[in-house]
């Protein structure tokens, strides 16, 4: 799990942070463990981890805990079982690329703008030549573009395509905001229906993420197989 996804913007102290890592770390030898014993080995108060636990949205240690459990557990459920996952809806993919083939059709000589970043990049360059050699005209974007790209451009942006497993990669959702507030449409293909980026955008693709908390991709994870997977229906019934 990637505990900086759990904890960000929430203020924990340098000890929280600590007893936070050591939950994680250590939840499959913690069952029938309570908080005072937790709490004696890293000389602080069950208060603290009480407190701790409140400040990342549960109502105490064992809700925490329990989270963090049967996170590890779902995740290990879906590794064994990731061969029969590689399942999309196409049903609902169809619905959603009539919607933006009819948007494109509205304003085809301009560009569609696409950015991802990290890991999400992969499958934006993938996506954006993959429209390419169809003769669709695109920009593709990275961390290491320049804004000023998007403000010179966007005149000529048709619609707006984001690529973000967590939905919450802030560089994704300034430009979001920013072409959002001059009416441009935002296509955003995530893992997290929770997430800013997910509220941000008009028309969304859904892929299931098996870890959703594992924002530095460390362990196993089908989210980006079948990411590519939705990406091919998409091409292809926006085109057809």
Request: no cysteine; aromatic share 10%.
């Amino acid at each position: 799990m990637d505990l900086e996804l759990l904890t960000k913007n929430k203020k924990l102290t340098d000890t929280e942070k600590e007893l936070l890592h050591y939950i994680a770390s250590n939840i499959d030898s913690l069952s029938g463990v309570g908080v005072r014993e937790i709490a004696g080995k890293h000389f602080t108060s069950p208060a603290t981890i009480v407190r701790m636990s409140k400040k990342l949205g549960f109502t105490g240690y064992v809700e925490l805990y329990h989270y963090l459990k049967n996170d590890k557990q779902y995740s290990e459920q879906k590794r064994q079982s990731a061969i029969v996952d590689y399942q999309v809806n196409e049903e609902a993919i169809v619905e959603e690329a009539k919607k933006i083939k009819a948007l494109y059709e509205e304003s085809s000589q301009k560009l569609i703008l696409i950015y991802a970043t990290g890991f999400s990049g992969i499958a934006g360059e993938y996506l954006s030549k993959k429209l390419l050699v169809n003769g669709i005209r695109v920009i593709y974007l990275s961390e290491k573009d320049s804004v000023a790209i998007i403000e010179n451009n966007v005149q000529n942006i048709s619609m707006f395509i984001g690529i973000s497993k967590s939905g919450e990669t802030d560089r994704l959702i300034e430009k979001m905001d920013y072409l959002k507030e001059r009416g441009i449409p935002l296509v955003l293909f995530t893992g997290n229906e929770a997430s800013t980026a997910y509220n941000l955008s008009n028309i969304s693709f859904l892929v299931d993420d098996d870890r959703k908390m594992d924002g530095q991709n460390k362990n196993f994870n089908s989210f980006f197989g079948k990411l590519l997977l939705v990406i091919e229906h998409f091409v292809y019934n926006f085109l057809t």
